[in-house]
């Protein structure tokens, strides 16, 4: 069993022409967001639990809320595709959970594919968590949707 957890970074500032979008940090209602979900991820969350966050700065700051270790990971940045996420998660064939702080499209487009939806991506709020597993039923592999929080309801 493997349990795959997908937080989109906190609200951001927006884009300002020129700048380097990499550089773009949370706004304060972000780093609301981001505690009230870290609070509620810190009483769900397994021990022994791998942490992933794409090296942007808005990203990190939405980690860094949750007060665990994580590693950067360049694969995870704006641009990153399906394929590339879930080789780093190791998922299915990893045991144990990952959480992978992300961006859009590409954790909806994730989502979509696990879960066999038509769209080619899953709309995913700024700062909400889904929470996936692939688990073993009578010899046949399925992913299962455990949660989908938002900041907003925690």
Known sequence: MMDLILWRHAEAEEAQDGSDDLT????????KQAARMAAW?????PEGLRVLASPSRRTEQTADALGRKFKMRA???P???????LELAQWPRARGAVL???HQPVLGQTIA???GMQASECAVRKGAVWWLRQ???MDESQTVLMAVQS???V
């Open 41 to 45: 991820l810190d009483r769900q969350l």
């Open 113 to 115: 594919q696990l879960l």
């Open 75 to 77: 694969e995870l940045l």
């Open 135 to 137: 688990r073993q039923r």
């Open 79 to 85: 641009g990153g595709t399906t394929e590339e996420l």
């Open 151 to 153: 900041p907003e309801f």
């Open 100 to 102: 992978i702080v992300g």
């Open 24 to 31: 773009r940090a949370l706004t304060p209602r972000g780093e």
